[in-house]
């Protein structure tokens, strides 16, 4: 059973990680990036909502956010564990994790935080911008969501840090290169 978070800012290679890594351990990676933007284009009431945060580069509310995430834990392929990647975000989101998993008498086995410098980050995001016409990879967008980041987000990792969960790996370098670091960093503190 491997329960594991991906934290690290926007930009940081989050998402192909998870992919990869999830693939490794053989449980789903589960982006609520990924799943807020595949209801923003089918334009759900869920997308609809989500989007005006998401254009801006702000957070979509903890309640909505962590009904979704609570919903798709739920679901039958999250029950062999999973790799969670853009959540928690905020301190109320690792309280309503807490709680989920608590019920589930379950808890998380590491956190992973990608490590990256900020130049990078912003060199890359715009790059992605470009190739992907994301609507909320402006440069001013960027900006706001590394912001946010800092502000609520990079704290979480000394909570993590607390409980003995955190394992920070270096985010620079090939894509292949990265994932070995993060599941050579899994295994040796399993
Ligand atoms: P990135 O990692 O590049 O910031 P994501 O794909 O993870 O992008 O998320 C895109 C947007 O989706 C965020 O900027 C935010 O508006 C929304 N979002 C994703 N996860 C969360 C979350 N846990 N809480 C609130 N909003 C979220």
Do not use: C
């Amino acid at each position: 059973m491997t329960r594991l978070l991906i934290m690290g800012p926007p930009g940081a290679g989050k998402g192909t990680q998870a992919q990869l890594v999830a693939d490794y351990f053989g449980i789903p990676a589960i982006s609520t990036g990924d799943i807020f933007r595949a209801n923003a284009s089918e334009q759900t009431p869920l997308g609809i909502e989500a989007q005006r945060y998401m254009d801006a580069g702000d957070y979509v509310p903890d309640e909505v956010t962590n009904n979704m995430v609570q919903d798709r834990l739920s679901q039958p392929d999250a029950g062999n564990g999973f790799l969670l990647d853009g959540y928690p975000r905020t301190l109320a989101q690792v309280e309503f994790l807490d709680s989920v998993l608590a019920d589930q008498n379950a808890s998380l086995e590491h956190v992973i935080e990608l490590v990256v410098d900020e130049e990078e980050i912003v060199a890359r995001l715009l790059k992605r911008a470009a190739e992907e016409g994301r609507t909320d990879d402006s440069e001013e967008v960027i900006r706001n969501r590394l912001h946010v980041y800092q502000e609520q987000t990079a704290p979480l990792t000394a909570v993590y840090a607390e409980r003995g969960l955190l394992l920070r790996v270096d985010g620079l370098g090939h894509v292949e290169e990265v994932a070995a670091r993060v599941e050579n960093a899994i295994t040796a503190n399993s």
